[in-house]
């Protein structure tokens, strides 16, 4: 009797439905088995996708029906193991069995379903949390195309605050990702440019046929504002996911650099920390030691240095980083802020994800803004899994590379991007749109 109630145990673990249909209730059994071998091939089909089939696997995990019916299914079979536990105690007549195994034999089984169920439960969470962030951070629009081969996407770091106007991105970057090969080039934009010119197929040239060019007040990161205060030029924005000041901004960004931008990103710059925080905190190759400073002009205070060399950031030092501006420059912080991107990049790996899923996804639903529609996400996982293999260029457009931010020669600029993007790419076409 010992050696049949261990061999229950074991079988209610390993081939949920077995035992009842060996020495118990056939009918419960064959429901249990055919839930087993269903389960079996489904966690099948997902080891084949992710090693043979990784861009079906991403179009499932990334699809909110898909998520929402693993939900409902894993907690079916959960109660339904909890059934054939239940049931399998009551095989194994606790009370013939020696005084060891009528303790241990239940108790076994019990761990048994405690393990089950908590790895359930811990499934339909994580499919939960994946289901609101694709529902809380993407749009519901309609995937764009690539351009000329490529995905443009406008990656902004969004600053408000004091004595500010609005929102004004402290950071603009254009991310262009070549949709066969991943190839990528980060291009960034200085927030003091100037004097930059719109098509004329954009709503903003009616206003500045002639450029952004009222002087100070007209730089680039002022665009925002610019269309914020202008809604009425923009009246589809908000239910294609965006907002006239970034379609404003997106407007410039094109002209500046004559590729189409297809989505934004927008990052909340205090949210930033959290999803570092959230990845365990990155690794960055320093070239000059930063000081950290917070605080207005007249109320300065220190808090140390980040040293020259590989350094290893939390969230706060990551933020710091990327923003310092005391003993250096607005260049040298864009060349600190494209380090920074490219290391969360880098970090993004399948480990990072699976064992900090919820972490990074909360920080990413109070981090992140864009207009990327849910139904894109798939794909680009699979362009994104391509790109992380590869080193990312990149095109800083400043004085090192003979661009004036107070009057840029924007032909020339869209020569760099288009050279950056083609040295990226292996080839000699531009990758740029033209006006």
Partial sequence: MDRRAWWLVVLNFVVPGLPQTVAGNRRLGRIGLTATVVTWIIVGALIWGLIANKPLLAALVTNAFFLWAVQIYVVLIGLLFVVLTIDTL??????RLSAASRMLAPLSTLVALGLVVSGLSYGVVQAGVARDVLGSVFGNGVALEPVDGRYNFLLLGGD??????GLRPDSLSVVSVDAETGSTVIIGIPRNLQ???????????????NGFNCGND????AL???GENNADLYPDAE????TAGIEATKDGVEGVTGLTIQNYVLVNMAGFEKLVDALGGITVDVETRVELVEGSDGNLKHHGWIEAGEQHMDGRTALWFARSRKTTNDYDRMKRQ???QKAILNQFSPLTIVTKFQAVAEAGKATLETDIPESAVSTLVGVAEKAQGQETGNLELTPANGIVTGDPDFALIKSLVSEAIADASGTSSSGAASD
Avoid: D, H, W
Wanted: aromatic share 10%; glycine share 8%; with cysteine.
């Fill in 90 to 95: 009551r095989m194994l007549r606790i009370v």
């Fill in 160 to 165: 408000s605050g004091k004595g500010r106007t």
């Fill in 195 to 209: 004097n930059v010119p719109f098509s004329k197929s954009s709503p903003m040239y009616s206003l500045y046929p």
């Fill in 218 to 221: 007209c730089l680039i990161n």
């Fill in 224 to 226: 925002y504002t610019e």
């Fill in 239 to 242: 239910a294609q996911g965006s």
């Fill in 338 to 340: 494209r380090l920074i």
